[in-house]
């Protein structure tokens, strides 16, 4: 059966050129053909629109009624196509972005939010999780993830290098003195991430020497946050990812230790689904996050 919209598209060029002829030629097909259009059209609607002899051709009352509907049909078409168009060479509509907690609350947000000022039609949802979510199952456009990739069938992009410090204000540092050594934080006071475990303690620490360092702690919390502002007033030691402390580390107020002792940082990679035709918004966010990571 012949398309309907095609049936309808010569309708309209047959009214409008005045012939089958003159259609044919404005829609490079064959006067037969657009005989053959207009008479499957006819059939399926049952009832006449045109009334034609040798000489000339008129629309019937159901034709005029019928003309109007697919000329407003068709640009209706048109309006939707040329929407698409503009969508596929203009970044807009709505993201969804997966990161983890840390990286996403102090480095990926901030960015985001610069993103969004250069980009006034996009809208951005982004999730903060260290699970590690699926692109399909969880509906996400873009995903963030340190260590070791486990996807196959996704394009990733590194992003930045993902590193871990260990600081104390200079107030602790002063009054307990400084570690030269991982064996030495067995005599201080080490702040916990309860990620690490349902306890008030440091998890056997494995340092870049490969060895196991025990550690004893006093306070522990479920907020990176937190351990921050604990090491901020001089409670102990924090071990966080440089992100978290990078600001506190540029002003003085925490000091970095044991650095050449620290395990090598991680990759992040931008994780998102392979696809044929381009996708702007989803593009644009990537470039500008590796081209903002990059400075």
């Not at 609607?45 to 009334?51: A, N, Q």
């Not at 699926?134 to 590194?158: H, K, M, N, S």
């Not at 924090?238 to 003085?252: F, K, M, N, S, T």
């Not at 395990?263 to 689904?273: G, K, M």
Request: aromatic residues 6%; proline residues 5%; charged residues 20%.
């Amino acid at each position: 059966m012949m398309d309907k919209l095609r049936c309808m598209e010569v309708l309209v060029a047959v009214v409008e050129c005045g012939s089958f002829s003159a259609a044919a030629t404005e829609l490079s097909i064959s006067a037969v053909m657009v005989g053959k259009y207009i008479a499957q059209l006819e059939q399926q609607l049952g009832m006449r629109l045109i009334e034609r002899t040798t000489r000339k051709q008129a629309l019937t009352s159901a034709g005029i009624s019928y003309f109007a509907q697919c000329k407003q049909i068709l640009e209706q078409v048109r309006e939707a196509e040329c929407s698409l168009e503009s969508m596929q060479q203009q970044a807009q509509g709505v993201l969804r972005v997966s990161a983890p907690v840390n990286l996403g609350s102090t480095f990926i947000a901030p960015l985001i939010a610069d993103y969004l000022r250069q980009y006034p039609l996009v809208k951005l949802e982004l999730l903060l999780s260290n699970t590690r979510v699926d692109l399909i199952e969880d509906g996400f456009d873009l995903a963030i993830r340190t260590g070791a990739l486990r996807d196959d069938g996704v394009v990733a992009r590194p992003l930045l290098a993902y590193r871990m410090q260990m600081c104390a204000s200079p107030a602790y540092l002063a009054e307990n003195g400084i570690p030269q050594h991982p064996s030495d934080l067995f005599r201080h006071h080490v702040l916990t991430h309860l990620v690490w475990g349902q306890r008030n303690e440091w998890p056997n620490l494995v340092l870049a020497d490969g060895l196991v360092w025990p550690c004893k702690s006093r306070f522990a919390t479920n907020d990176s946050q937190a351990l921050r502002q604990a090491a901020l007033h001089g409670a102990g030691i924090v071990y966080q990812p440089e992100v978290v402390l990078a600001d506190d580390i540029r002003r003085g107020d925490l000091l970095p230790i044991l650095e050449k002792f620290l395990p090598p940082a991680q990759a992040v990679h931008l994780i998102y689904l392979p696809n044929a035709r381009p996708r702007p918004t989803l593009s644009s966010l990537v470039e500008f996050l590796l081209a903002a990571a990059g400075d």
